[in-house]
């Protein structure tokens, strides 16, 4: 299994100004502690599978996001900028 860099995983789900805390992305992997965040990221130890599948569903769903939102997709076939 890939190793997951998990700092750069908080960069890319946070709002672009800062990262996503090591609390925050715990509670979207369901109720994950910070601590257990902060030793993935600091290479104590590694992310479960189970985990790293959720981590991997929250950046597909956030470069969804991002492609919605990009008003270059958004335009209709004939549309004009």
């Known amino acids: 299994m890939p190793t997951i860099d998990i700092a750069d995983v908080r960069r890319k789900l946070g709002d672009g100004e800062k990262p996503l805390s ?25 992310p479960p599978k189970s985990a790293v599948i959720l981590i991997q569903q929250l950046c597909a769903e956030k470069l969804a996001q991002k492609r919605t939102s990009d008003p270059i997709t958004k335009l209709q076939p004939g549309a004009t900028v």
């Open 22 to 46: 090591q609390e925050e992305l715990g509670r979207r992997l369901g109720g994950v502690d910070q601590a257990t965040v902060s030793r993935w990221e600091t290479g104590v130890s590694k």
